[in-house]
C-alpha cells in the first residue's frame, strides 16, 4: 500500500502544478480540500516570515500537526531586481487587494507593470524563487529544497497560460512567457518544478 503525503497548499494554480510534477513519486497525494481541514485565521500568521524558507516551514509544521501526515508545503514569489527584490514573499498580495485569485492576481500584475513603468528590457531582470519544506511527522525536523528560474518582466501579458505573474514573465530557458508555454514546458524549468524535483529525488534516496 503506498504511503500518503499532504500537498499543504490552498492555491489552485500551485495544486495542479504540483500534481503534474510529483505525478510519478510512489505516494497517494493528498490535497487539503480532501482533509476537511477547513481555512482558518491561523493560516494568515503562516505566510509573515521574511522568508520562502520560514514561510514553507511554518506551513509543513502547521498542517502536519493539523493532519498527522507527512505534509510538502511550499512557499513562493517573484523578485524583481529593479525593485530590490520586491514582490518576494509578499507576491501574492502585492496590489493589497482581497478578493478572487484571479481578481489579486490581475491587481498584482497591474501594480508591477506600473512599478516598473517605462523601464527598458535590460533593467526588467527578474527570477522566481520556490522553497518546498517537508515533514514526515509532526515532530520532526524540517527538509526544505530550493528552486529558482530566471527571466524578465514584459511590458504587457502575453498568453493565457499558467497563474498569477506567468503572461507577464519571459523566461531565459523558454524564450517565451510562462503564460505561452505549455504545463510540461513550464515544469521542465520552473521554479516549482525544480524545488519539488529535487525534493523527490531526496524522498526516493530516503526510501532506498
Ligand atoms: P504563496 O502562496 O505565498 O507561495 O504565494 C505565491 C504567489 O507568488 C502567487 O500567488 C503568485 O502571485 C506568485 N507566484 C509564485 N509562483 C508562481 C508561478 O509559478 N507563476 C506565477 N506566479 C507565481
Given at each position: 500500500m503506498k504511503g500518503k503525503l499532504l500537498v499543504a497548499t490552498r492555491n489552485q494554480g500551485k495544486a495542479r502544478e504540483i500534481r503534474a510534477i510529483?505525478?510519478?513519486?510512489p505516494y497517494d497525494?493528498?490535497?487539503l480540500?480532501?482533509?476537511?481541514?477547513t481555512e482558518s485565521g491561523a493560516e494568515v500568521a503562516l505566510e509573515l516570515a521574511e522568508t520562502f524558507d520560514g514561510n514553507a516551514r511554518h506551513k509543513a509544521e502547521y498542517f502536519a500537526r493539523q493532519s498527522g501526515l507527512p505534509t510538502v508545503a511550499d512557499d513562493s514569489g517573484l523578485e524583481v531586481l529593479a525593485l530590490g527584490g520586491l514582490p518576494g514573499v509578499r507576491s501574492r498580495r502585492?496590489?493589497?487587494v482581497d478578493g478572487p485569485p484571479e481578481v489579486q492576481d490581475?491587481?498584482?500584475?497591474r501594480e508591477l507593470l506600473s512599478r516598473l513603468g517605462g523601464l527598458p528590457a535590460e533593467r526588467r531582470r527578474a527570477r522566481y524563487r520556490c522553497v518546498v519544506a517537508f515533514i514526515p511527522r509532526p515532530d520532526a525536523p524540517s527538509h526544505s529544497f530550493e528552486?529558482?528560474?530566471t527571466g524578465r518582466i514584459l511590458e504587457e501579458p502575453k498568453?493565457?497560460?499558467?497563474f498569477g505573474y506567468d503572461p507577464l514573465f519571459f523566461s531565459d530557458d523558454l524564450k517565451m512567457s510562462f503564460g505561452e508555454a505549455s504545463p510540461e514546458a513550464k515544469h521542465a524549468v520552473s521554479h516549482r518544478g525544480r524545488a519539488f524535483r529535487a525534493f523527490a529525488e531526496w524522498l526516493r534516496?530516503?526510501?532506498r
Open positions: 510529483l505525478g510519478d513519486l497525494l493528498i490535497f480540500h480532501e482533509t476537511g481541514i502585492f496590489a493589497l490581475q491587481a498584482n500584475n528552486g529558482t528560474c498568453g493565457t497560460g499558467g534516496s530516503e526510501a
